[in-house]
């Protein structure tokens, strides 16, 4: 590795490859924003305070993850919590403060706070909620897992949600943390601003404790995908590496290649 990468591994466990370890350092140094990675934020960062975690293992196989909740990309959690109900893992990392939450942010892509990270490797499926800043109601349905991709996509358009792509929220890169589960295949599901916002009676705290039609509307079309996905056929390794080559493009905005 160049010298000029002070990262050499993930949470202590080295990188696969030369290749795997410069992608990283090169996705973090132009984008890193406030803070590189898990280490440097909780240097600075008061857990229980500023951000706090929440772990809760299920029987599935299955890890629902809001790696931005709380106040970070508000709604996530709730849709997270409510998409792992009683039979999934549910993992979250929660922006608390009063305010500047999106201090918080850490991209997908180098998202490595060690509980969470160790879920999602020990788990046969990881799905991710995130919000995205789109102020249509939409969904961004992205991720290696294309079998349950696919059948997400087509729940959520029966049931009346428009389903869309952007580049650079593709959640295709292989150290994206919804795909570092043991098949190395996930989903990504952005939300957008306008979708959230018709979720709860508005995105603060007290308002996202009420939750609409839309809500239960939205969970109901995941939830009947992801009990699908117990008979998915996974993509051979080819397949995915050939689809991720061709969607993986450079970053757009202040996002990091891949990292929502």
């Not at 788990?123 to 995205?132: A, D, N």
């Not at 839309?214 to 056929?233: G, I, K, N, P, Y």
Request: hydrophobic share 40%; glycine share 10%.
């Amino acid at each position: 590795m160049s010298n000029d990468c002070a990262v050499d591994s993930i949470v202590g466990e080295p990188f696969a490859s030369k290749e795997e370890a410069h992608f990283f350092c090169d996705s973090v140094k132009p984008k890193m924003g406030i803070y590189a990675d898990f280490r440097h934020l909780k240097a600075e960062q008061r857990e229980g305070i500023d951000y706090r975690i929440h772990l809760r293992r299920g029987a599935s196989g299955v890890a629902v993850m809001a790696i931005h909740g709380g106040d970070i990309e508000p709604g996530t959690s709730e849709v997270a919590t409510a998409l792992a109900a009683s039979d999934h893992s549910l993992y979250l990392f929660e922006g608390i403060k009063d305010r500047g939450n999106r201090r918080l942010h850490l991209a997908s892509t180098r998202f490595n706070e060690p509980m969470g990270l160790r879920l999602a490797r020990e788990s046969e499926l990881v799905v991710t909620v995130h919000g995205c800043s789109e102020k249509d109601v939409l969904v961004l349905v992205g991720g290696l897992c294309l079998p349950v991709v696919s059948q997400m996509r087509r729940s959520l358009v029966q049931a009346g949600f428009p389903v869309n792509h952007r580049d650079g929220l593709r959640g295709v890169h292989p150290m994206n943390v919804c795909n570092l589960g043991k098949r190395g295949q996930g989903v990504q599901l952005e939300l957008s601003s306008g979708l959230r916002k018709a979720m709860f009676p508005d995105l603060t705290r007290s308002g996202r404790e009420r939750t609409t039609k839309v809500f239960h509307r939205f969970l109901a079309a995941l939830a009947a995908a992801l009990q699908e996905s117990h008979t998915w056929d996974l993509m051979e390794s080819a397949e995915v590496k050939r689809h991720a080559e061709t969607h993986l493009l450079p970053s757009t905005g202040n996002r990091s290649p891949d990292g929502a």
